[in-house]
């Protein structure tokens, strides 16, 4: 006969002439308590088993019960102070023998209890007497104490059927004064049926198990025959990771929809363009530091051709003399060749350029609101704050009538949109922008203020060789810094890069 493995074992190591408990067999067998139990009904369903099912109560001695053992019941102490007050001759005052007794405070009152309801003598008036021939020694609940005593110290079951001579009743009056505790339990006791015998006699292998069904098992029929090892839901099992969207893009997106949500609508433009749109429109100094191969990517190729002549001239005109009626301008050499140059952009105020000289969605009347999220390249230097690459959050905004009020309004109001409310502004410098501020933002686990955005108002000298007439007020926030904000990443580089922290991302959670 072929059982599945711990069928067998339980097979072999029950008897058909000893009942053996489940216990027994699973120790014996060496498998799982519930393993054994499992394999045990399925021999009692083939009827190889017997299962015999007794409760079992089992007692054991309260600390109370305990303390009883060696001192002996309150009301046998009162008893035998009582005696020795003569109370057996006559009624002694009640206080006297209680005041010679060896009791401790709740143990008067269980002793008085106890002392009548016993039989040991009469409470009456104040005054307590004794019955002279009260056995005190054969006490049951006494012997039944000790009784269990004895089994505790010799390490047994203070099981029912070893106290077969003591009253029930006595048992449970210990266990309602609470000296005793009652222990009732299912046991199950298995022994061989004479199938089982039979089975063990003809012999019984462990059948093969398998672990997937076949097209062939199927086809043969050996499907039937063969044991399928069982579900083990407790196995390790390789983790599955599905795909998820990065936290950077899913900030991304959740930026877009805030700027859509607030009226902005999206720009974009040539990751690598002219360092006219990159610098000059911005009236940036050619001989400016951020301008020289040291901050800047500069691309091996072809000049920009298309340049709207006019605004070049605007612009030449901007940086050698100034604009408006005692505009200055930085009377340093400008150089169109210079300016045609191509690089790869350091943010993406050059979009900004592009949109409000009206070169990309024609002249714009106002109120206007633009915004891109897009990918920066700076030289710079890596760090926990730095990256070659990042996001850009540009925007800007052109109205009649605008001051730094709308500027940091539209910020709380933004920032707002990802939990962050205590956005801080620091007076700053841009040669494109008066006022300037740059904005930062506490980090939530270092605590450290870092800096997440720079803004200002456009200068005329900036807006004036454009054509814009209104007042614009712009800026470029760092969405990776956002995003440590949010995430609580402390170095820039676990965000995104060769040394992106990858378990860090598959954790994050982003939850605006
Ligand atoms: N271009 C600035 C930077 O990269 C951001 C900025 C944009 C500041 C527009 C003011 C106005 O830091």
Redesign the pocket.
């Known amino acids: 006969m072929k059982l599945p493995e711990p069928q067998v074992a339980v097979l072999n190591a029950a008897s058909a002439t000893e009942e053996q408990s489940i216990d027994r067999l699973a120790e014996e067998t060496g498998l799982k308590p519930e393993t054994a139990t499992q394999a045990v009904f399925e021999l009692r369903d083939d009827g190889l088993l017997d299962v015999t099912e007794t409760e079992s109560i089992e007692y054991e001695l309260t600390e109370e019960g305990r303390t009883y053992v060696d001192r002996g019941l309150p009301e046998v102490r009162l008893y035998r102070a009582a005696v020795d007050a003569g109370a057996a001759d006559e009624p002694v005052e009640m206080g006297r023998v209680i005041g010679t007794a060896d009791l401790d405070g709740p143990e008067v009152d269980i002793a008085l209890a106890n002392f009548g309801r016993k039989g040991y003598g009469e409470i009456d008036g104040g005054e307590l007497s004794a019955d002279g021939d009260a056995d005190t020694e054969s006490d049951p609940e006494t012997v039944a104490l000790a009784a269990l005593a004895d089994l505790a110290r010799a390490g047994e079951a203070s099981a029912s059927d070893v106290l077969a001579d003591v009253e029930r009743d006595v048992l449970d009056q210990l266990v309602s004064r609470n000296l005793l505790e009652r222990h009732e339990r299912t046991v199950r006791t298995v022994a061989l049926t004479d199938a089982g015998v039979t089975a063990l006699m003809e012999g019984v292998e462990a059948a093969e198990t398998v672990d997937r069904l076949t097209p062939e098992m199927l086809t043969s029929g050996e499907w039937a025959d063969v044991e399928f090892t069982e579900y083990n839901v407790e196995a390790d099992a390789p983790e599955v990771r599905g795909g998820k969207t990065h936290v950077l893009r899913q900030t991304a997106e959740r930026v877009k929809d805030v700027l859509v949500g607030m009226g902005f609508q999206e720009m974009d433009g040539p990751h690598a363009d002219a360092d006219f749109w990159i610098n000059d429109c911005?009236f940036m100094p050619q001989d400016h530091p951020a301008r020289t191969h040291w901050d800047r990517f500069a691309l091996d190729v072809p000049p920009i051709e298309d340049l709207p002549d006019d605004l070049v001239d605007n612009v030449e005109r901007a940086h050698r003399e100034g604009v408006g009626e005692d505009g200055d301008g930085y009377h340093s050499p400008w150089s169109e060749d210079f300016a045609r140059a191509i690089a790869l952009r350091?943010?993406?105020?050059s979009l900004?350029m592009r949109y409000l000289s009206g070169t990309q969605v024609g002249e714009l009347e106002p109120p206007q609101r633009y915004f891109s999220v897009e990918k920066?390249y700076r030289n710079d230097t890596l760090d926990a704050t730095h990256l070659l690459e990042f996001f850009?959050i540009?925007g800007?905004v052109m109205a009649e009538d605008l001051s730094v009020r709308d500027l940091m309004g539209t910020f709380v109001e933004f920032y707002e949109q990802f939990g962050i409310t205590d956005v801080q502004f620091k007076p700053h410098y841009?040669p494109?922008?008066e006022p300037?501020f740059e904005l930062f933002g506490r980090h939530p686990t270092t605590g450290e203020l870092i800096e997440i955005?720079?803004?200002?108002m456009?200068r005329d000298e900036v807006l004036e060789p454009l054509g814009v007439e209104h007042d614009v007020m712009?800026?470029?926030l760092a969405l990776e810094r956002l995003a440590m904000l949010t995430t609580g990443a402390e170095d820039i580089r676990d965000l995104h890069g060769t040394l992106a922290d990858l378990d860090f991302l598959r954790g994050a959670e982003v939850t605006y």
């Open positions: 911005l350091g943010h993406t105020t900004s920066v850009q540009e800007w841009n494109y922008t300037s955005g720079n803004s200002g456009f712009a800026w470029g």
